[in-house]
């Protein structure tokens, strides 16, 4: 099982661009990298997943370097709206795998 | 579509009691797992179910326990609570469990204070 190790808290202020990087050192070759969203008494959401290399959407960019031994979730421009804790989950295709979540990212975002 | 739907969303239990949560999967998902939150050890897996079987299970005592239906609607219990399981219990769904390119879809959890 692919262990992840994240920031535990990061800040940053209305309208900069806020990067946070995830560690997964053992990832295995068939494994995706997925980014989750979660605010307080709410479940998790989905924000962006990726394999290799570079991968963007509405909200976000995950950039994965070559050996896929980390990645970095990247959001533009932040808002007060996007504080939150933001958690790395590595999986892979084969049943038998537990899906992990590290202990997240707390962003705060101030005005 | 309509989201993963949890019930109830907030219960209040005495130690020694027993509790059942409920979770309705997105229409189509077959994979449904539970997670425990706590603000000392975070997100923790507890088991998942596929088609009405358990392919997964956490590190977690007998007490916890799950099953899935026909419908791919889940139910998970809890027997002889402990004040620490006070937590927000997640439900989450997916076609097959959140590997690969399948995320996982989170209902907005059942708090759960044990008195």
């Known amino acids: 099982l692919a262990k992840t190790t994240q920031p535990i808290s990061m800040d940053s202020y209305e309208g900069q661009e806020v990067n946070i990087t995830c560690s997964h050192n053992n990832i295995a070759t068939n494994d995706y990298i997925t980014w989750y969203q979660q605010f307080p008494s709410q479940g998790p959401r989905f924000i962006i997943q990726g394999y290799k290399t570079k991968v963007t959407n509405e909200v976000a960019s995950l950039f994965i370097p070559a050996d896929r031994k980390s990645s970095t979730l990247s959001l533009p421009r932040v808002s007060l709206s996007d504080t939150a804790v933001y958690y790395c989950?590595?999986?892979?295709?084969?049943?038998?795998?537990?899906?992990?979540f590290g202990g997240g990212t707390r962003l705060m975002v101030k005005p | 579509k309509a989201g993963v739907t949890q019930t109830p969303r907030y219960l209040i239990k005495t130690r020694g009691q027993q509790v059942t949560l409920s979770c309705s999967p997105i229409?189509?998902?077959?994979?449904v797992s539970w997670y425990q939150q706590t603000p000392g050890q975070g997100l923790q897996f507890l088991f998942e179910?596929?088609?009405?079987?358990?392919?997964n299970k956490g590190n977690f005592p007998g007490r916890f326990s799950g099953r899935q239906f026909s419908n791919s609607r889940s139910e998970m219990n809890v027997s002889t609570l402990e004040l620490g399981d006070s937590a927000l219990y997640l439900c989450?769904?997916?076609?097959?469990?959140?590997?690969?390119?399948?995320?996982?879809?989170f209902g907005n959890g059942t708090r759960l204070t044990v008195t």
């Open positions: 229409s189509g998902h077959r994979s």
């Open positions: 989450a769904s997916s076609p097959d469990g959140g590997r690969g390119n399948s995320p996982l879809h």
């Open positions: 989950l590595v999986g892979g295709p084969n049943a038998g795998n537990m899906l992990t």
């Open positions: 179910y596929f088609s009405e079987t358990q392919r």
